[in-house]
C-alpha cells in the first residue's frame, strides 16, 4: 500500500454544490480518522448528513490494513451556516461494510446494515450482522453462528414501492467447520433466516456484495 499515515496532516471533508465546480467546494475539519465506507448521505436544510464508518487511523503501523483500531459508526453533520461539522457516535460496536436500502441513496434513511467485525490486534470479518435503527436510536444484531463468518450484506425490496426494511437481506457466510459456503437469506424486518442456498464449495469472502436481475 502506497499510503502511511501522517499525524500532522489534518483531515476535512469537502462538500460541493450539485450544479457546481471544483471552485465551488468548501472544506470543513474533522477530527483525523479514515473512512473507507460511507453509510449514506443526504441533505437536510442548511446541513448536510454523513453516516460513515469511521476508523481512528489507518496504515500507521500495518501498511496492508484496517488493523490498526476498531472501526464505529459515526455521523458527521456538516452545518454549512456555521461552517463546522458536528460529529457523533452512532453505535461504538466495531462494523464495516455498511449499506442501505439503494433506493434511498442520497435521501434520507432509517435503517442501515453493516457486518460486526472482530477486532483484536487484526482486522477479522464478523459473525453478526447488525440492523441500525437510526431514528429509535437502536440496533438489533442477527448471529450467523459460531465459527460462521459473513461478507458485505444486500437490502433487496419486496417490490419497486415496498417499506423501507420490508424485504431481504443477502450475503455468503463462509463455515470454517466445513469449509463451505451459503447465500444467506434474512428477513430484513425481524433478521431471521428465512432461506439459504447451500454451495458445493467455499466462496472466498470478498468485501462487497450487490445482485443485478438477469432479465
Not at 499525524?7 to 454544490?17: L, T
Not at 484496517?66 to 459508526?73: R, W
Not at 467485525?117 to 429509535?136: I, P, Q, R, S, W
Not at 467447520?177 to 434474512?186: F, G, K, M, P, V
Request: a negative charge; one cysteine or more; proline letters at 7%.
Amino acid at each position: 500500500m502506497p499510503y502511511r499515515w501522517n499525524p500532522r496532516y489534518p483531515a476535512r471533508v469537502g462538500v460541493m454544490p450539485r450544479e457546481g465546480g471544483a471552485a465551488d467546494v468548501r472544506w470543513f475539519d474533522v477530527e483525523p480518522c479514515y473512512v473507507f465506507h460511507p453509510l449514506n448521505a443526504y441533505d437536510e436544510g442548511d446541513t448536510v448528513v454523513l453516516d460513515v464508518v469511521r476508523h481512528p487511523k489507518m496504515f500507521a503501523t500495518d501498511t496492508n490494513g484496517p488493523n490498526e483500531a476498531a472501526p464505529t459508526l459515526d455521523r458527521w453533520t456538516v452545518d454549512l451556516a456555521d461552517g463546522k461539522v458536528r460529529e457523533s457516535r452512532l453505535d461504538d460496536r466495531p462494523q464495516e461494510f455498511p449499506r442501505v436500502d439503494e433506493r434511498l441513496v442520497g435521501r434520507r434513511h432509517r435503517y442501515g446494515y453493516a457486518l460486526q467485525t472482530e477486532y483484536t490486534t487484526e482486522f477479522n470479518m464478523g459473525d453478526a450482522l447488525l440492523k441500525h435503527d437510526l431514528v429509535a436510536g437502536r440496533t438489533e444484531a442477527a448471529s450467523l453462528g459460531k465459527g460462521r463468518s459473513g461478507s458485505e450484506f444486500v437490502f433487496i425490496p419486496s417490490s419497486s414501492d415496498a417499506a423501507e426494511d420490508d424485504g431481504v437481506l443477502m450475503g455468503f457466510v463462509y463455515d470454517s467447520a466445513t469449509d463451505l459456503s451459503e447465500l444467506a437469506i434474512l428477513d430484513a424486518r425481524t433478521l431471521e433466516a428465512v432461506g439459504a442456498v447451500h454451495l458445493p464449495a467455499r466462496v472466498p469472502n470478498g468485501f462487497h456484495g450487490n445482485w443485478a436481475p438477469t432479465e
